[in-house]
Antibody, heavy 119, light 107 residues
Framework: EVQLLESGGGLVQPGQSLRLSCAAS????????MSWVRQAPGKGLEWVSS????????YYADAVKGRFTISRDNSKNTLYLQMNSLRAEDTAVYHC????????????WGQGTLVTVSS | DIQMTQSPSSLSASVGDRVTITCRAS??????LGWYQQKPGQAPKRLIY???GLQSGVPSRFSGSGSGIEFTLTISSLQPEDFATYYC?????????FGQGTKVEIK
């Protein structure tokens, strides 16, 4: 059974940093691209970032480019999202998602971790 | 970016009703579309892949259709556990984009 468990969310002030983690199990993590998708309170889903299976290819939404960095450790079956220079508009639940048969095709998702950016 | 226009944004329905949700793409996306169900506080769950493929384990009352620009998710007979928010996702072009969501509520 595919399981994705996010952690690392919390309350931070604008301009601060946070690192999210996503522990994966139930599939061969090193063979799969992975992504982060966020959902602001009461809003819809927004793609944030994706990374190839070996970590060589990375993609970012314009809203986070230059501030967020996606990475992975295949030896630990873990995906990361380093978030710097956080803004109020980054407040959201952050889900990690496994990429399926094609890029951007998200077949399994985690429950998410809440990031709140507020002074 | 491809815009996904989902309608309606919400609907009220009764158990046993047939429900139809539509997503329209701003340009053709072949069949590169998925449908997701999300309940409060839970992970989104994929129901349909490649516009019409039923995800393993998903009840057969869910079905998807369409290609190109217009896509439909149909629930043939609404069940109590189906009250949730539904989203479409296009993965034909970068960046991937979601519809705004359809909240299905109890009438």
């Amino acid at each position: 059974e595919v399981q994705l468990l996010e952690s690392g969310g919390g309350l931070v002030q604008p301009g601060q940093s946070l690192r999210l983690s996503c522990a994966a199990s139930g599939f061969t993590f090193s063979n799969c691209a992975m992504s982060w998708v966020r959902q602001a309170p009461g809003k819809g889903l927004e793609w944030v970032s994706s990374i190839g299976s070996r970590g060589r290819s990375t993609y970012y939404a314009d809203a986070v480019k230059g501030r967020f960095t996606i990475s992975r450790d295949n030896s630990k079956n873990t995906l990361y999202l380093q978030m710097n220079s956080l803004r109020a508009e980054d407040t959201a639940v952050y889900h990690c998602a496994k990429v399926g048969s094609a890029w951007w095709d998200f077949d399994y998702w985690g429950q998410g971790t809440l990031v709140t950016v507020s002074s | 970016d491809i815009q996904m226009t989902q309608s309606p944004s919400s609907l009220s329905a009764s158990v046993g009703d047939r429900v139809t949700i539509t997503c329209r793409a701003s340009q053709g996306i072949r069949n590169d579309l998925g449908w997701y169900q999300q309940k409060p506080g839970q992970a989104p769950k994929r129901l349909i892949y490649a516009a019409s493929g039923l995800q393993s384990g998903v009840p057969s009352r869910f079905s998807g259709s369409g290609s190109g620009i217009e896509f439909t998710l149909t629930i043939s007979s609404l069940q109590p556990e189906d009250f949730a928010t539904y989203y479409c996702l296009q993965h034909n072009s970068y960046p991937p984009t979601f519809g705004q969501g359809t909240k299905v509520e109890i009438k």
